[in-house]
């Protein structure tokens, strides 16, 4: 198993489709982290859970709605999302969110809003 | 002023040679410093992070941070074309809700050529 997995690699989806991105860390970290990538602009930081517990919201639009179970797993649901949300979404992890831990991302999702 | 600035490049080295990589950063409050490469289409892939003033090396790689002039490099020496990507300097601060956040430069695009 990879150190980060997202899942999925690909996804199009309509403004008015549900659908969730997944990410899982086998690195025993305890902080885990969403960021957006958009052509021609440096990785935006989303959100941040740090033991289970969002810790930073980074003014994200309420369509998307993280969930974060355990320490290994992180969700990103997605809904009534816009053309303008398309972009690669990549999940990170990190031992704990201080300012000495080196963040390890996963593959990324690349979304497509049609 | 952007929190995280580097010179978007393309810049262009011959294999063999050395390549020198800037980052300027604007919060003096900043504590650790990142270097990530991404090549197209993938996600980005720590190579080396430094926390004091002075250089830190890594096999070919050797970073150098001076925190007086808010700037941090990356040298790569023995350029090989495999080395061609995008390299992203990230710097992370403490946030007014208390944990780090990793900030990101738009990244310089590298091109070793054979």
């Known amino acids: 198993e990879t150190g980060v997995t997202q899942t999925p690699r690909h996804l199009v989806m309509g403004m008015t489709n549900k659908k969730s991105l997944k990410c899982e860390q086998h690195l025993g970290h305890n902080a885990m982290y969403w960021y957006k990538q958009s052509a021609k602009k440096p990785l935006e930081l989303m959100f941040v859970y740090n033991f289970k517990e969002q810790t930073e919201n980074n003014s994200v639009p309420s369509r998307f709605s993280p969930e974060c179970p355990n320490s290994s797993h992180l969700f990103l649901h997605l809904h009534t999302l816009q053309p303008e949300d398309s972009a690669l979404y990549l999940c990170?992890?990190?031992?704990?969110?201080?300012?000495?831990?080196?963040?390890?991302f996963g593959n990324g999702t690349r979304l497509t809003v049609t | 002023q952007k929190e995280v600035e580097q010179n978007s490049g393309p810049l262009s080295v011959p294999e063999g040679a050395i390549a020198s990589l800037n980052c300027t950063y604007s919060d003096r409050g900043s504590q650790s410093f990142f270097w990530y490469r991404q090549y197209s289409g993938k996600s980005p892939e720590l190579i080396m992070f430094i926390y004091s003033n002075g250089d830190k090396e890594d096999g070919r790689f050797t970073a150098q941070l001076n925190k007086a002039s808010q700037y941090v490099s990356l040298l790569i020496r023995d350029s090989q074309p495999s080395d061609s990507a995008t390299y992203l300097c990230a710097v992370k601060k403490q946030s007014g809700a208390g944990s780090y956040q990793l900030t990101f430069g738009k990244g310089t695009k590298l091109s070793v050529i054979p």
């Open positions: 990170a992890s990190s031992q704990d969110d201080r300012a000495y831990s080196p963040l390890h």
